[in-house]
């Protein structure tokens, strides 16, 4: 039996094996080069397996080509198609490959360029989302272009993104606002702050502002620190 025959593949279905190669074998297997799928599909196969989305896309250094709508033509929002298989990482030897290798000083060292917040949103590590009080923001490594995954694993290719909007492709599928509905909140703001905007989107991040620097930097001090800075320019202003 050879290696790429279908009856050597291992069985998605077992819990035991890594989430990205049973993503793997579940597409290979019951998609197939050329087939279409959605991500509900695959959550659905592997129900209660956390960060499906992101195994899949850690498939793509690996040779996988999965394309999006914004891809092709033809493909509706939310829709996804297997269009190359890349390397069999079922197999031992190809477990690793394109896997990004990330060092914990890499991190420390990104996040300190970062200034310790999401270049997408400009929320702080720890910060509670303005939209969902529920959830404080937690930092993570994310690349410069979402879509070109893989491109590179050195600081000039990865940025410093909250979990959520690392999670970019998730919120392609599941929108929670549609494109006129952004547009009109847009064309309300002042011209300068349109300026902002655009110039943000053009850059792909948020230059951080003095005060956000600052805040920033407060952020990052032990509690009973800040508290006492809290304190003190309570007095200050009083
Ligand atoms: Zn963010």
């Known amino acids: 039996m050879n290696a790429t025959d279908a009856k050597s593949l291992p069985d998605w279905r077992n819990s035991n094996l890594g989430t990205r190669i049973r993503v793997a074998v579940w597409l290979a297997v019951e998609v197939g080069e050329g087939g279409h799928f959605t991500k509900q599909q695959l959550r659905d196969a592997m129900p209660g397996v956390e960060q499906i989305d ?14 999006t709508y914004r891809d ?9 198609q297997l269009d190359k298989i890349g390397k069999p990482v079922w197999e031992k030897e190809y ?11 890499m991190r420390r060292n990104l996040f300190e360029r970062d200034g310790h917040r999401c270049v997408r949103c400009g929320i702080l590590a720890g910060e509670i ?11 993570t ?15 000039a290719d990865l940025v410093t993104e909250c979990a959520r909007c690392n999670e970019t492709a998730k919120h392609l599928t599941s929108p929670r606002l549609n494109e006129q509905q952004v547009w009109d909140e847009l064309v309300e703001l002042p011209r300068k702050d349109k ?27 032990p509690g009973v620190h800040r508290e006492a800075i809290q304190e003190r320019l309570a007095r200050t202003l009083s």
């Open 195 to 221: 300026f902002a905007v655009l110039a943000w989107l053009a850059a792909g991040r948020r230059e951080q502002s003095r005060v956000e620097r600052v805040v920033s930097h407060i952020w990052q001090l």
């Open 72 to 80: 092709i033509a033809g493909l509706a929002p939310g829709e996804l």
């Open 95 to 105: 477990r690793a490959a394109g896997l990004r290798v990330i060092t914990a000083t």
């Open 54 to 67: 992101r195994r899949m896309r850690d498939l793509r250094p690996a040779g996988w080509s999965i394309l």
């Open 141 to 155: 490594v994310g690349h410069v272009i979402p879509y070109k995954y893989g491109s590179g694993s050195t600081m």
């Open 129 to 139: 989302y303005p939209d969902d009080t529920a959830v404080t923001a937690r930092l």
